[in-house]
């Protein structure tokens, strides 16, 4: 019955509440607290009868014993509780016979304190009741998984990689523990938690499941929130931050790539060590496309387009050269889209190598790859939608330049743009050519061809070493005013940058034999000091 409408029907209310309260069933853990609902009210001196001694009785054990009741309140019918609510109040006014029962009571049984109701408890309390109970760990990667533990419960966030703003923490929270029941319970939703709403339905629909108190796990939830922000700032930072250089050599290895970078034969042993790796002839176009390779260190790179007809050995070439760049300083494409070079922001091209087997595989990508070879940058504005809000908004992406690009065809006639901004390599298709790779073909099936490949991977190892200590440093050319070059043609504007970018190239290969300078950019032009001899 509802306790308003027991109260209407059952009167005086206030004593007949007060014999609900104590005749209760006890569901908490442990004994039964032995706490009493002492009714304030002030009774006449009763008759003694044979129905109120009996009653007296009745009530004195229910006090004095704490027992579970082997019956709910719900089953007493209200003409009983009518009946012994003079008795019970008679009993709870009498001093003495109540400090004789609270004696009785603690020599039989010790009691456990009546807990505050949470309304009316102090925070300090709280405090100190949850400190000690509170086992918290720290927050634990696994994967793109993020635990932490706090009393009994689990909780599990996926997608804080994503969230990459100061005012988004958009997850996907799971939070799993052991119900009252014993049973494995576990709540699992989608929810930004900067929003108050979303965390709010979130706890109360998890304290259901898992028969919690929702104060309890809006406060864990609080905690967690604050711990994860921590988190997404500190991955912000990271992603902010240019990436640490990569130290993949040994002091002898250094010291070893040191060398050949001072040696004053640099250029042909280049040439030689292609020979020494199983390339022959096309002397030319190898040390075009190693310079090529290095002038991506450059505000303005070059860019190489190898054309041949089929099964001529561009590919071949082609790999052969980019087998001297490091690894992490090349990134080679079979095919291109047309949009995708405007989304490859998580792939940093600033200072590398891109390379595309086929320039029919670029087709769709060739604005893009004409724009960021010129301007050393793309920049696209596209329409999507808001993580937070679901609305639709525009996103800006950059990718950064300058980037080297590395292109192979088979078309007899290229494109006239992409041939302005291109230094064009034809391969050697004569038959003297053709009989030299023939001999080396046939020699890797011999002893000295094993051995080649074997002393081949040493040397490759010596030429990506000596590029990563090739540095982005401005390269000087004090004799540019004294050189020359055909003027007949407007598109010779263009090639005559490529042509200042070569020997650009050269100087920069060359740059641990050539003399430095710091000048500074802030000083007046007329105190500038003289230019490098």
Request: contains cysteine.
């Amino acid at each position: 019955m509802d306790a308003n409408e027991y109260a209407l029907k059952v009167q005086p209310a206030a004593k007949s509440l007060g014999v609900l309260v104590n005749r209760a069933l006890w569901l908490g853990k442990g004994q039964r607290p032995a706490a009493r609902v002492a009714v304030p009210v002030v009774v006449p001196e009763p008759v003694q009868t044979e129905a109120t001694t009996a009653a007296k009785e009745e009530t004195s054990q229910v006090e004095a014993v704490p027992k579970l009741e082997t019956e709910p309140a719900e089953a007493v019918p209200v003409a009983s509780l009518a009946a012994v609510v003079a008795p019970v109040a008679v009993v709870a006014v009498e001093a003495e016979e109540r400090a004789a029962k609270e004696k009785t009571i603690e020599a039989e049984a010790e009691p456990e304190p009546e807990p505050m109701p949470a309304e009316e408890e102090p925070v300090s309390s709280l405090a100190a009741v949850a400190t000690p109970t509170l086992e918290e760990s720290e927050l634990e990667r696994r994967g793109d998984d993020v635990l932490w533990r706090v009393s009994n419960r689990e909780y599990r966030v996926r997608g804080l990689e994503k969230n990459m703003s100061d005012n988004m923490l958009h997850v996907t929270l799971r939070v799993m523990g052991v119900n009252k029941y014993g049973d494995m319970a576990l709540h699992t939703d989608t929810l930004e938690l900067n929003h108050a709403r979303p965390r709010v339905a979130f706890c109360k629909q998890a304290a259901d499941e898992l028969h919690v108190k929702e104060e309890t796990l809006r406060r864990e939830v609080g905690r967690l929130m604050f711990k994860l922000e921590g988190l997404r700032d500190e991955q912000i930072k990271s992603a902010l931050e240019p990436p640490e250089p990569v130290e993949t050599m040994t002091d002898e290895e250094r010291a070893e790539a040191l060398r050949l970078l001072r040696d004053p034969r640099l250029v042909e042993r280049i040439v030689e060590d292609f020979a020494r790796c199983g390339v022959v002839g096309e002397e030319t176009n190898k040390l075009m496309g190693y310079l090529g390779t290095v002038s991506r260190y450059l505000d303005k790179p070059l860019a190489i387009l190898m054309q041949s007809s089929s099964a001529a050995g561009k590919s071949s070439l082609m790999e052969a050269v980019l087998a001297f760049v490091p690894e992490e300083q090349r990134v080679q494409y079979s095919a291109m889209t047309g949009q995708s070079l405007y989304y490859m922001g998580d792939v940093n091209l600033k200072h590398k190598v891109l390379a595309i087997a086929e320039e029919e595989g670029a087709e769709r990508a060739a604005y893009a790859l004409k724009l960021l070879q010129s301007e050393g940058k793309l920049t696209i504005a596209s329409t999507g939608k808001d993580p937070v809000s679901g609305k639709h908004v525009t996103h800006e992406y950059h990718v950064e330049g300058p980037v080297m690009l590395f292109l192979t065809t088979t078309k007899p006639e290229i494109d006239e743009e992409l041939l302005n901004r291109c230094v064009v390599l034809t391969v050697d298709e004569e038959r003297e050519q053709t009989q030299a790779i023939h001999r080396i073909q046939r020699e890797a099936q011999t002893l000295e061809g094993l051995l080649r490949r074997k002393r081949q991977d040493g040397l490759l190892r010596l030429h990506q070493n000596a590029q990563r200590l090739l540095k982005p440093i401005n390269v000087v050319n004090p004799y540019a005013p004294l050189l020359t070059f055909h003027d007949g043609q407007t598109r010779t504007r263009r090639d005559h940058t490529k042509y200042l970018t070569l020997i650009q190239s050269i100087a920069l290969l060359h740059q641990h034999q050539r003399p430095t300078s710091t000048t500074d950019f802030n000083q007046p032009e007329d105190m500038a000091g003289p230019p490098l001899p």
